[in-house]
């Protein structure tokens, strides 16, 4: 099933954004997104499909790799009590496929 959502004629719908949904207003976001529509879910700013944001994918790279410098900063370790519990699953089915 593929859904597809006409985010040009939702973003510029006067039901949704008022009168002057056609023009910019950026005065409609002065409450925030929430107080922006009767939807707040309508309002997609990076766009689905092929009228995506070019530089969503770039912003997306971008963030991965703050974060990883961000806890390359830091160590990870299991504590000293943590006890592995057996796995059952793949490695009976193999044991059970060689006998």
């Not at 089915?93 to 060689?98: D, H, T």
Request: charged share 10%.
């Amino acid at each position: 099933m593929n859904i597809q959502i006409p985010i040009p004629i939702v973003q510029q719908s006067p039901d949704l954004w008022g009168p002057d949904a056609h023009q910019f207003n950026p005065k409609i976001f002065a409450y925030g997104i929430l107080g922006s529509s009767t939807s707040p879910p309508d309002y997609m700013p990076f766009g689905m499909g092929a009228r995506i944001c070019a530089c969503q994918h770039f912003a997306m790279a971008e963030l991965k790799v703050i974060v990883s410098l961000i806890l390359s900063k830091f160590s990870f370790s299991l504590s000293p009590a943590y006890q592995h519990p057996p796995r059952f699953g793949l490695a009976t089915v193999l044991a059970f496929i060689v006998v």
